[in-house]
């Protein structure tokens, strides 16, 4: 799934909806992707398939998100993404000020690790092509 622009500007009157939940779970699973391009393989939590409007979505799922962003930073850099939150089943759900965090979480990983991709050295020459 290609890289989407996270909505960084969550205002508390703004609804978190299916799109929303699409984009984020895309997200995450294209940081993953990139992030083995320069760190040891490792593997995320299965988020599903993506969401169509009459699915619901459950706590369970964004606990997934939160610990996959936790991974991602223990499998690469301890990038500052604040304190993984856990919610449960008919209870207050994530706000605006959580999607915005985890949001900008996710577009300082991907930033981060764009950098670290573009900025690998390579070689100007191939090992082991010597002909006899």
């Known amino acids: ?35 083995v391009e320069v760190y040891p393989l490792f593997t995320l939590e299965d988020m599903g398939d993506e969401k169509q409007y ?28 604040g304190e993984e939150k856990t919610y449960y089943p008919n209870l207050p759900t994530p706000d605006w000020q959580e999607f915005n965090r985890i949001e900008s979480a996710c577009l300082m990983m991907y930033q981060n690790l764009s950098g670290q991709i573009i900025g690998r050295r390579r070689l100007s020459f191939v090992l082991g092509g010597m002909r006899i």
């Open 1 to 35: 799934m290609p890289w989407q622009r996270p909505k960084t500007d969550w205002k508390a009157s703004d609804y978190f909806n299916i799109g929303d939940y699409n984009r984020i779970i895309g997200n995450v699973a294209c940081l993953r992707e990139m992030a």
């Open 54 to 81: 009459a699915d619901y979505l459950y706590a369970d799922e964004v606990n997934t998100i939160e610990r996959n962003l936790t991974a991602l930073c223990a499998n690469t850099y301890p990038f500052p993404v």
